[in-house]
């Protein structure tokens, strides 16, 4: 597997950084907010982060390619392609709760190799990928080895975003130590701290998952689609995280079934 350079890492930092600095200037301030046409909020915080990392990948990395949430795609088929969703969770965001992250996403030929989930507010950085050990600001992490669903703690961003999975989730709900709803990428960087255990997601696009499964995997954890195949370029954004294998192996199964 291709690593990223020690430019690349740098650049995504300074992406984190850049980006950072223009959400906390909206924060819990007056904004307009759109609805997009999948009727999903979006506010100029939003685009606003996403053009200045944007413009700075393109100083410093012009024949790399850019998908973002905001404004689309650039260069798509080039062999490194950053991936950006400034705002992660901006409905938590245009509520002024501090649960929303930035993701930098960077792949390798369709396949995330590095991640950085950003929380400008808390200053909360998590970074990790294929040959890159996850950190949350500097410090090492790992998830946790909880190895039994009876002691596992489970999370969606809410009951509404789950369709087929809704009896899977509220199933193991019950089964679980406790339940916990809110978050969106936030929750993935839970799991790859060790206080989360579990995730369970679908309908997310590229630019929701690209930057969460190189930190969690590279904490320990396991991160596929429902069929157990590893998140890429074109992957359908039905989503299972789990804290290592053992759990992993016993939810899949049910999401499996789901597949048609």
């Given at each position: ?34 609805d997009k ?156 701290s060790g ?10 696009k590229l ?54």
């Amino acid at each position: 597997m291709t690593t990223a350079s020690p430019a690349q890492i740098a650049l995504a930092h300074q992406l984190a950084d850049a980006s950072a600095a223009v959400i906390r200037g909206y924060y819990r301030s007056t904004l307009s907010i759109d609805d997009k046409l999948d009727a999903s909020p979006v506010t100029q915080a939003d685009r606003e982060a996403e053009r200045v990392m944007r413009e700075l990948i393109v100083a410093n990395r012009p024949a790399d390619g850019i998908i973002g949430e905001e404004f689309g795609d650039e260069r798509a088929d080039a062999d490194w392609v950053w991936v950006l969703d400034p705002v992660d969770g901006t409905k938590s965001f245009t509520v002024g709760r501090p649960l929303f992250v930035t993701l930098i996403g960077l792949l390798y030929k369709g396949v995330p190799v590095l991640g950085i989930i950003n929380q400008p507010i808390a200053q909360d950085r998590w970074i990790g990928g294929e040959g890159v050990p996850a950190t949350l600001n500097n410090e090492p992490i790992k998830a946790s080895d909880v190895a039994q669903i009876a002691q596992a703690r489970i999370g969606t961003t809410g009951p509404e975003y789950l369709n087929a999975a809704k009896p899977v989730f509220n199933a193991l709900a019950d089964a679980c130590r406790y339940p916990i709803y809110g978050g969106d990428g936030y929750l993935y960087a839970q799991v790859a701290s060790g206080w989360l255990d579990l995730v369970i997601e679908e309908g997310l696009k590229l630019h929701d998952f690209a930057a969460l499964a190189p930190v969690l995997q590279a904490a320990g954890g396991v991160m596929t689609d429902w069929q157990g195949k590893p998140l890429q370029l074109g992957s359908e954004g039905r989503v299972l995280a789990a804290a290592n294998a053992d759990l992993h192996a016993q939810v899949l199964p049910q999401l499996r079934a789901l597949v048609v």
